[in-house]
């Protein structure tokens, strides 16, 4: 046997033993499970998260980042930029940001 062959061999072996030692975290991370949260479900902040406790009703589900978006939590302050050639005037507006 080659010694590439070696390496190789010992390379793929060590990769699949790190494979093995995931955690159940990353096991549930990777497979993927339908979500039972809904877009107008009221919910609760939970956890340890600044917005905890406060309630509000699901605007948006974003499945592939595990996010989501509650209805007066979580706001931010947003500026619009004007435009004085078009008139437009610059702006503040409050925006929810995901959670």
Same mark, same amino acid.
Do not use: P, Y
């Given at each position: %046997?080659? *010694?590439? %062959?070696?390496?190789? &061999?010992?390379? =793929?072996?060590?990769?699949? &033993?790190?494979?093995? $030692?995931?955690? *159940?975290?990353? #096991? ?7 979500w039972? +949260?809904? $877009?107008?479900? !009221? #919910?609760?902040? #939970?956890? =340890?998260?600044?917005?905890?406790? !406060?309630?509000?009703? +699901?605007?948006?589900?974003?499945r ?5 978006? @509650?209805?007066?939590?979580? @706001?931010?302050?947003?500026? +619009? ?6 008139? +437009? !005037? ?6 929810? &940001?995901?959670?």
């Amino acid at each position: %046997m080659s *010694a590439r %062959m070696r390496l190789t &061999r010992i390379f =793929n072996e060590s990769a699949h &033993r790190r494979r093995a $030692r995931e955690t *159940a975290a990353q #096991v549930a991370l990777r497979q993927k499970r339908k979500w039972n +949260i809904v $877009r107008g479900d !009221k #919910v609760q902040v #939970v956890g =340890n998260h600044r917005e905890a406790g !406060k309630q509000g009703i +699901i605007k948006e589900v974003l499945r592939a980042k595990d996010r989501v978006l @509650v209805e007066n939590v979580n @706001v931010a302050v947003k500026h +619009i930029k004007g435009n004085a050639e078009r008139g +437009i !005037k610059g702006r503040t507006i409050q925006k929810e &940001r995901s959670l």
